[in-house]
């Protein structure tokens, strides 16, 4: 362990000479994982304080301190990556009211502020009150037993939160993608995605739960969609289709690219390629948002939730579920390498990140 | 005389606590003063002692000013009763020995119980049929709520507007998922639940029911007696038999059984068993060597009782239940033929399984009874010869002069066979869960009047003898080979599945799951029948609850 540290300080040290890309990703029961992808192999473990089950992680530009979701989503811990130490802890629940963060947790870019999507509940005497749900932001320089410093409304049931190239805006994606003025509160701008008007199709079903955008910038689903103008028995009824949301320029795309005929769970934007993006679940699949055709689709050894990318965008990385991690080369999808979870821990639904050090 | 001084003291204390709880007075001293007026009686002693206990163990949170609140504002079937008393314990570490958490659940589901006329429409889920599937009032109530539980879960209670409000905070409470998975997320869940539920639930399934009123205040006749029985169980065939119930307290019975499945294969047991709001049967036993549980119903009137018996741990494994109370009030009550399918030009035994009959039987034209093999009141057995011109189809059986609900069938030869269910469902067993195996049935089927399979007036002759067999059910179960990963059928049309878990010799290491055909083979003389149902395996439940 005590190598992996000086490792890591040394790279650290080299930063601006050349930037090492590292995985994270979390394992039951309360477990950070920091992977050397180009080694192939889990370089350290931390235990994270407390209860799990951790899934969500999200780390500022330099990588220092990864933010992981977990204590059955009521707490974010933030743990220092060259210490192993924790250096942040927001409990979010008190004996009165218990508060999940539905995975949508993310922290600003320079580290400064961490915003948590939270899901309230007022837990009386003989009764519960759910409250309406908010954006709760932290200042991360609170450490330990952080409380909110603020608060802003938000509509329910959304899954990623994702600072944007402006320093005041945050992505929020639920039934449709908002763009938050994080300093006013307010919703500056709605992409509509279940709302969205176009003929002949319904409105989408997306489950995002996993935020890989940090190769690219660019924050990815997949989604579903009846065409509401194909016969319903015929291969055209159900369409899969992929959005991005470019965090630079705050724009999104959606395109179909296909009958759907697979599920595919969670999807990463190229960064060499950007028309490219690979989707998982029981496939690896290359789709063109462009062109809006899939390029090519393997079969995978297992159920992969989790899909991120190395920077140059030659290796794909997959997780999110029992005791493994895989690579696949981004140009042929053929399986490259393989990474197991020390004791055969399970990601269950735990988040692959990269932090470049 | 003395169950309605029981009644009526019971009547007195109910309402003496409402009144007291209203003028804010403690349930022990309204207890103290009914006792008092009515002198100690056996039923009213166990009402103190549960109320004292629902007070105790529940007080701290729901007893306000003497009032029980949540607790008093609903009614429920025994199982609802129990769930929320077991959710109590595992969200809020209330701790309660079985036998409090019995006495709780007894006191609650006699005076805040459902009707029987409410509780009817939901019996299979009630009774655990297997490969059930309840239906819900339209798509709206069946995405809202039955995507996640049966919607019996729900038309087994009674609130009104601003309880059922309460529940819906509880639910995203409790399971804030519920927002986010399929047919949740693709609506404002939590806004319809809130604003537009309450109201429509209220007006479905409201608190103050004349059924409810008119029930609470009957008087409800005790189940102690003999009881003519009959049933069937897939697997092992048709039973007939008696049942012994005698009072071991109020509304507790010892019971002892008699199971005539067939030559050679009688099932003696004893049991016990409590019977909640007047009706509500919950017996356990042990059958030969089998333990059992037994839900039934006793009729409004008390004069029969029908419901299921099912396995310890193993509730897909069961039988259907009829009986009828053997006292002198009945006469010619016909509860079993067996078997009821005579073919034409045959001589077969027949039983009659009832009460009070007297010896003489008419099975209707063609069928003449050429001996008799034995006369008791409670079962006639005779030897009959269908005649090779008597006409196919079904007859319902005259005993001593009665026309009875019970049929026969004459039939020539099988037009058809189904597999029952025609859609199963079987679990993988794994980690703290026993699988959950599949019992299927085939049953024979004549065409009917217009000759056709597959229409409604096929004529339903009954179980017949198979063997059994699955196939991969299409082109994905084959090429993932799910028949030789999912387990195999048992003789008796039993399918047992196999373990959970990753395997990883299976195409991306799935567990054991599979989608199955599950194929009935039928001789009847010269000719092979085959049925065909579909079985899907699939992974464990970790949630086993009373109500699916």
């Known amino acids: ?357 | 005389m003395k169950a309605q001084m029981s009644e009526a003291f019971r009547e007195g204390v109910r309402d003496g606590i409402r009144d007291a709880m209203q003028c804010g007075a403690r349930i022990a001293g309204v207890l103290a003063v009914a006792m008092g007026m009515a002198g100690a009686a056996h039923a009213a002693n166990g009402d103190a002692a549960a109320q004292r206990l629902i007070e105790a163990k529940c007080g701290a949170c729901h007893l306000d000013n003497g009032k029980l609140t949540r607790i008093s504002e609903m009614r429920k079937s025994p199982e609802g009763w129990d769930m929320t008393v077991v959710r109590m314990g595992i969200w809020h570490k209330v701790e309660l020995t079985p036998g409090e958490r019995q006495t709780i659940v007894k006191y609650l589901a006699d005076r805040q119980g459902l009707a029987p006329s409410e509780s009817a429409p939901y019996r299979p889920l009630t009774e655990r049929r297997p490969n059930m599937q309840d239906t819900a009032p339209d798509e709206e109530m069946a995405q809202m709520c039955g995507r996640c539980h049966s919607y019996g879960r729900v038309a087994l209670q009674r609130r009104d507007e601003g309880e059922w409000r309460k529940l819906m905070h509880t639910h995203l409470g409790q399971f804030p998922s519920a927002e986010y998975s399929a047919m949740g997320r693709d609506r404002n869940w939590w806004e319809i639940a809130r604003d537009q539920l309450p109201a429509r639930l209220a007006a479905l399934y409201p608190k103050d029911t004349p059924a409810w009123r008119e029930w609470r205040s009957a008087k409800h006749r005790p189940a102690t007696g003999s009881w003519v029985v009959a049933g069937e169980r897939p697997g092992w065939g048709a039973y007939t038999g008696t049942m012994k119930a005698r009072a071991a307290g109020p509304d507790r019975y010892e019971v002892s059984y008699e199971l005539r499945f067939g030559p050679g294969n009688t099932v003696r047991g004893q049991g016990d068993a409590i019977v909640y709001t007047g009706y509500e049967w919950r017996g356990s036993a042990k059958l030969g060597n089998e333990d059992t549980r037994s839900i039934f119903a006793l009729s409004p009137d008390g004069s029969r009782m029908s419901g299921r018996w099912f396995l310890k741990g193993a509730d897909e494994i069961g039988a259907r239940f009829e009986a009828v109370r053997a006292d002198d009030a009945v006469k010619n009550e016909l509860v079993a033929v067996t078997p009821r399918m005579l073919r034409n030009g045959a001589t077969t035994d027949v039983t009659l399984a009832g009460v009070a009959l007297d010896a003489k039987v008419d099975l209707g034209p063609g069928i003449e009874v050429v001996e008799w093999l034995g006369k008791s009141p409670g079962e006639l057995k005779v030897r009959v010869r269908v005649a090779v011109d008597a006409p196919e189809g079904v007859r319902k059986v005259v005993v001593g002069g009665r026309e009875s609900a019970q049929t026969v069938a004459v039939f020539r030869r099988f037009d058809t066979v189904r597999v029952e269910p025609a859609f199963a469902v079987a679990r993988l067993g794994g980690g703290t869960v026993a699988p959950m195996s599949a019992q299927f049935d085939a049953i024979a089927f004549l065409n009917g009047a217009d000759g056709k399979p597959g229409t409604d007036d096929d004529i339903r002759l009954g179980s017949v003898p198979a063997t059994w067999s699955t196939e991969p059910f299409d082109d994905r179960a084959r090429h993932d080979e799910d028949a030789r990963y999912a387990g195999h059928m048992a003789p008796h049309g039993q399918f047992v599945p196999s373990f959970g878990g990753p395997n990883p010799l299976r195409r991306g290491g799935i567990n054991n799951v599979g989608n199955l055909s599950v194929i009935a083979t039928v001789a009847d003389g010269d000719q092979t029948l085959n049925g065909k149902g579909q079985l899907m395996v699939v992974a464990q439940r970790w949630n086993p609850t009373p109500l699916r």
């Open chain 1, 1 to 357: 362990m005590k190598k992996l540290l000086v490792a890591l300080c040394c790279v650290a040290a080299s930063a601006s000479a050349i930037a090492a890309e590292y995985l994270l990703t979390v394992t039951r029961p309360n477990t950070l994982h920091v992977i050397d992808p180009a080694k192939r192999e889990v370089v350290r473990s931390i235990t994270i304080p407390g209860d799990g089950v951790p899934g969500t992680i999200t780390v500022p530009k330099d990588g220092k301190v990864a933010y992981v979701l977990t204590n059955r989503m009521e707490s974010v811990v933030g743990i220092d990556l060259d210490s192993g130490k924790q250096v942040f802890r927001a409990d979010f629940s008190s004996p009165g009211k218990r508060i999940k963060g539905f995975f949508a947790a993310a922290v600003s870019e320079d580290g400064r502020e961490l915003y948590v999507h939270q899901a309230p509940v007022v837990l009386g005497r003989s009764e519960y009150k759910v409250e309406d749900t908010y954006i709760a932001v932290f200042d991360t320089a609170d450490g330990v037993g952080a409380k909110p410093r603020r608060t802003f409304p938000a509509p329910r049931r959304i899954s990623l939160l994702a600072p944007t190239g402006n320093k005041d805006h945050l992505l929020a994606l639920g039934w449709d993608m908002y763009l938050f003025n994080t300093r006013s509160g307010t919703i500056e701008k709605t992409f509509p995605i279940r709302h969205w008007d176009r003929p002949g199709l319904g409105e989408p079903d997306v489950l995002a739960m996993w935020g890989t955008f940090e190769q690219a910038r660019a924050l990815s689903t997949p989604y579903f969609v009846a065409k509401t103008d194909a016969a319903p028995d015929s291969a055209e009824a159900f369409k899969a289709g992929i959005a991005v949301f470019d965090l630079d320029t705050e724009t999104l795309k959606t395109v179909e690219f296909e009958n759907a005929q697979t599920a595919m769970f969670s999807s990463v934007v190229n960064p060499a390629a950007r028309n490219e993006a690979f989707l998982v679940m029981n496939q690896l699949s290359k789709v063109d948002t462009e062109t809006g055709k899939l390029i090519k689709r393997v079969d995978l050894e297992q159920t992969f939730y989790a899909v991120n990318i190395s920077g140059d965008g030659k290796e794909v990385y997959l997780g999110g579920a029992l005791d493994k991690i895989v690579i696949h080369d981004a140009e042929t999808l053929e399986k490259t390498g393989e990474i197991m979870m020390p004791g055969g821990a399970d990601q269950s639904i735990g988040w692959l990140r990269v932090v470049k050090r």
